[in-house]
């Protein structure tokens, strides 16, 4: 079952006429780092939770309205049981310590992932932590926990299905657009840039659907050293992408004409 109920999502949106930004970070590398300084791959989870605590402030302060980070893919739990534990136990500390900031900031804070497999209380949590900032609006932070683009996709299908058996919906009107109003990013803008940290080039299952024209940003930087000055740097670089979506450069189209 995914966290979250469809109803809540609808409450995930931006004010009206404001333009978007999204922007998804695979927050990738705390291992490396504290490999790097003889230490304990938790130490480098926690200072990735503090990279994690700069870098919503400055996205804010940037102009990213929408920001989806990975914190833990559904083939995380293959790592050792204490890492895995000590990973949960940063994220019910993240929510207790920093939930009522958040939300007095004006941060609307959604998890979405797989149910199964989560401690109960970080299920409870993850709930109210919704419940607590649903009515913000000036930035929207999606953490995706026990997530995986493909369980995601195969859910929708499965739902889908479910109401064509039920004779809800007919097979022959699923549409691109219904069927990623069925996924649990549904109510979010496009996916406007995706960043991954620590040199690696791929997407190890991270919004598979949504990235369909999102532009990829690799930087070689550990999550913990991420910041403010890391992030502005993607910007920069997402600003000088020419964004197509199949079309030609509208330069490109006069010359044609
Ligand atoms: C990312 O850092 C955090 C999570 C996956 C939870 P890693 O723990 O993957 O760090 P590396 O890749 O081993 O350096
Ligand atoms: C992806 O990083 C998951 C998160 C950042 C939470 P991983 O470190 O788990 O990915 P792989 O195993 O290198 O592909
Ligand atoms: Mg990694």
Known sequence: MPLGSMDDREAFRLAEGLESLHVAIIMDGNGRWAKERGQIRT????????????????AAELGVTHMTVFAFSTE?????????????????????ADLARLRREGVCVRIIGQE???PPDIVGMVA???????????????VALNYGAQ???????????????DGLIDPEAITPES?????STHGLPPLDLLIRTSGEHRLSNFLLWEAAYAEFVFQDILWP???????????DIFARRNRRFGAVDPGHAAQSA
């Not at 369980?151 to 299908?157: F, G, N, R, S, T």
């Not at 069927?179 to 996924?183: D, M, N, T, Y």
């Not at 050293?225 to 910007?235: C, I, N, P, T």
């Open 179 to 183: 069927f990623g109003a069925s996924l």
């Open 128 to 142: 109210d932590a919704h419940e607590q900032t649903r009515d913000n609006s000036r930035f929207f932070l999606q």
């Open 76 to 96: 995380n739990w293959r790592r050792p049981e204490a890492e895995v534990s000590d990973l949960m136990g940063l994220l019910r500390a993240f929510i207790k």
């Open 116 to 118: 199964a497999g989560l």
């Open 151 to 165: 369980a995601d996709i195969v859910e929708a299908a499965r739902v889908l299905a479910q109401q064509a058996r």
């Open 43 to 58: 130490v480098g989870h926690k200072a990735g939770v503090d990279a994690l605590k700069r870098t919503i402030t400055a």
């Open 225 to 235: 050293d991420y910041g403010r000055e890391s992030l502005k740097q993607a910007l």
